[in-house]
């Protein structure tokens, strides 16, 4: 165990699990605070997920959208991070445990998001992987990139159209980020590229089991993706269920698709926070927590981002979205600066700043209020969010350049494939 003795004193000690958007929010609202603070995250770095998509296909390189927790927390003198994997939490004596050592709160805040939900399918998950921490990012670039290679050594026809076929499942924002680009990738980025096949006659089909894409967005911004995507050669199913998948393609409902590439876009679950904390939980596994973030009958555990579920002012469910994520950290880091301090502070407020997804080249939609933007506008708006999102100068200075660079000539710089399986090439079992 990590004594509270081996601390530097005895302040009041404050481990924060994730170091995700809400766990480093807490953990940076807290600098200030006399309190030590144990961050622990079982990865070394802080992922920026909203562009995850752009590592998948190959825009970008995973240094360029996450960076050392230990190097963003370097100069907060109160914070340490331990790099472990949390295997529970023992609320009676107030420890967590890990894979390591167990480590003894005094305030325990809980930020260790969501993951993929194959909705009971599991089995599915080694056929279309989803996208949620930097490998995912990399296997699907390399499935991606390997399906062109493929395409271009065989002399069967069929195996040829298989591989140039591309399913992604679930049209939320992701979807349709990860669509729009494969249809980029296929037709001007690698275009000229291949000698045996013609990349650009790649089949991208977005499959959704709902009526339309970006269902979380109003109908204008809904029928303006659908339009630029169908512009951009992506074939839109909407109302199609998924009912398997293999090796070698989908099941629908309606038929099956060959395909040598699945992507898995369609729904999340929370960490198994509730089932550490034998806590209330929705149906997605988030811990429902009170207007203070903290677990019923627990007042010094809080639950935050992916892994909770808060109602707004107006009864609507907060978002699992990383302003949402950011906010509630930042909350909870002042709460318990302000009990430490002898005060209180007024329930959560959720601010919600407003929707951005991009579709492709000069193609985006944003919501902020009342205002819609699509189009080129859009697309400039949602990549100066980003950029201005990124952590470090360096960083927002490199992805500018790169996004600048595509931009002007079509190309995409990271275009690497590695790890390649030895035997069989592929990233699944039965291709
Ligand atoms: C592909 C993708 C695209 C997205 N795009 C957008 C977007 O455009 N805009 C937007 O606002 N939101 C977007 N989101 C959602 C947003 O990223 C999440 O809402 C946000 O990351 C939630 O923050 P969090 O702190 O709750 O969890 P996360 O940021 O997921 O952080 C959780 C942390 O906990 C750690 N952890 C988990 N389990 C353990 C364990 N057992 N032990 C130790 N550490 C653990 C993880 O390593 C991780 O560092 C996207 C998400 C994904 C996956």
């Known amino acids: 165990m990590i004594a509270a003795a081996n601390l530097p004193d005895a302040r009041p000690h404050v481990v924060i699990i994730g170091a995700g958007f809400g766990g480093l929010s807490a953990a940076t609202a807290l600098a200030r605070a006399t309190v030590d603070i144990t961050v622990i995250d079982r990865q070394n770095h802080h992922c920026f ?37 949390v295997t529970g939490i023992d609320t009676a004596n107030r420890r967590v445990q890990t894979t390591s050592a167990a480590v003894p709160y005094d305030h ?7 993951t993929h939900s194959y909705f009971g399918h599991d089995e599915w998950a080694e056929f279309a992987p989803g996208l949620k921490r930097i490998e995912d990012a990399t296997r699907i670039r390399r499935s991606i990139l390997l399906a062109f290679e493929r395409a271009e050594l065989t002399e069967d026809v069929a195996e040829r159209a298989r591989q140039l076929t591309f399913v992604i499942i ?23 590229d291949f000698r045996r096949i013609d990349p650009r006659t790649a089949q991208i089909i977005l499959i959704e089991a709902g009526p339309r894409v970006l269902p979380a967005l109003s109908n204008d911004l809904s029928n303006y993706a659908l339009r630029a995507l169908t512009k951009m050669g992506v074939d839109v199913r909407t109302d199609t269920r998924v009912t398997g998948c293999d090796g070698r393609g989908v099941d629908l409902a309606n038929g099956r698709i060959n395909a040598g590439t699945i992507i898995w876009a369609a729904g999340v679950v929370a960490s198994p926070a509730a089932r550490w904390l034998n806590a209330e939980h929705d149906r997605a596994g988030r811990v429902l927590v009170r207007d203070d973030l903290t677990v019923p009958d627990h007042p010094e555990i809080f639950v935050i981002g992916d892994a909770a579920t808060v109602k707004d002012e ?19 880091g002042k709460l ?34 009342k205002v819609h933007l699509t189009g080129f506008l859009g697309w400039l708006f949602w990549g100066v969010v980003h950029i201005y999102f990124l952590i470090g100068l360096r960083r927002r200075f490199v992805v500018a350049i790169n996004w600048l660079w595509d931009y002007l000539t079509f190309q995409r710089g990271a275009r690497l494939i590695t790890e390649v399986p030895r035997q069989r090439q592929n990233i699944s079992r039965n291709n």
């Open 108 to 114: 325990l805040v809980v930020a260790t998001g969501a």
């Open 336 to 369: 318990i600066a302000a009990r430490i301090a002898g005060q209180s502070l007024p329930p959560f407020r959720y601010r919600h700043a407003g929707d951005l997804a991009t579709i492709g080249r000069r193609a985006a939609v944003v919501s902020i209020g």
């Open 49 to 85: 997920q909203p562009l995850l998509y752009q590592v998948a296909t190959a825009a970008l390189s995973p240094a360029e959208i996450a960076w050392p927790i230990r190097a963003i927390l370097r100069h907060q003198r109160n914070a340490t991070v331990l790099m472990a994997e």
């Open 170 to 192: 679930g049209a939320g924002a992701t979807g349709v980020e990860m669509a729009g680009a494969i249809a980029e990738i296929a037709r001007h980025t690698i275009a000229m």
């Open 314 to 332: 107006s009864g609507k469910p907060v978002p699992g979205v990383a302003p949402a994520a950011k906010q509630m950290g930042a909350y909870v």
